[in-house]
């Protein structure tokens, strides 16, 4: 049987039993339809998937270069049926005003194309505290800040202030405690870490 286009809203019949199946970015939807005895296997593509991730990201880079977003850049970008949820960053400070920039730009393109449909939510964000640092560009803009580093060897985790940014990785300074003879001496350690042996690197807020 050749593979048809059903739209999305029909699939909620409730002969039809869903099951979704994903596979390199294109989501099919894999149904039976129930006629008496016979079932029909159908294939059926999901147009709120025309739009493929990487698309959404070419569009905003394109957007950035000939805006004054130009030190933006994104992190992370979810789609899930008709939810989008697009984080961002910034090499200057990346405040409320980019966030509505950037949201107001893609209502514009995604109500234009009809590409998810008249109804979908649009999330615009910064990354925010606790999400973990992807670019070294990312890196630069904390630097002195407290950081967490996860290796990848073992787990073990290096905490301190983030001092560089070079080529190789990146350079942690932090405390430690020494006893020489009945005093604990405190002494400052610049731990060198690799970029090959970095898990994660996530800013901590200091209280």
Known sequence: MEPITIPYENCK?????????????????HC???RGNIFDSLFL??????????????LLETYFQDSD????????????????????????????????KISRFLEGHFDETQV????????????????????????????????????????????????????????IEYEIKEKQGKKNIKKTILQQIAEEEIEKIIVKISF
Not at 46 to 58: A, G, P, V
Not at 72 to 98: A, P, Q, R, Y
Request: some cysteine; aromatic content about 10%; proline content about 2%.
């Open 13 to 29: 019949h409730p002969i039809l039993q869903k099951a979704l199946i994903i596979k390199r970015k294109r989501v099919y939807l």
């Open 69 to 100: 977003l130009e030190d933006c850049f994104i992190t992370e970008l979810n789609v899930s049926g008709t939810k989008i949820m697009v984080f961002v960053d910034s090499d200057s400070d990346m405040g409320f005003d980019k966030c509505r």
């Open 32 to 34: 039976f339809w129930k």
């Open 45 to 58: 593509f999901l147009r709120t998937f025309d739009l493929k991730e990487e698309d959404i990201i070419q």
């Open 116 to 171: 998810f449909g008249e109804k979908y939510t649009l999330e615009v964000s910064s990354p925010g505290i606790g999400k973990p640092l992807k670019f070294k560009r990312q890196y630069l803009k904390n630097i002195d800040r407290k950081v967490e580093v996860t290796l990848k060897e073992d787990g073990k985790k290096v905490k301190g202030l983030l001092k560089a940014v070079t080529d190789e990785g990146v350079e």
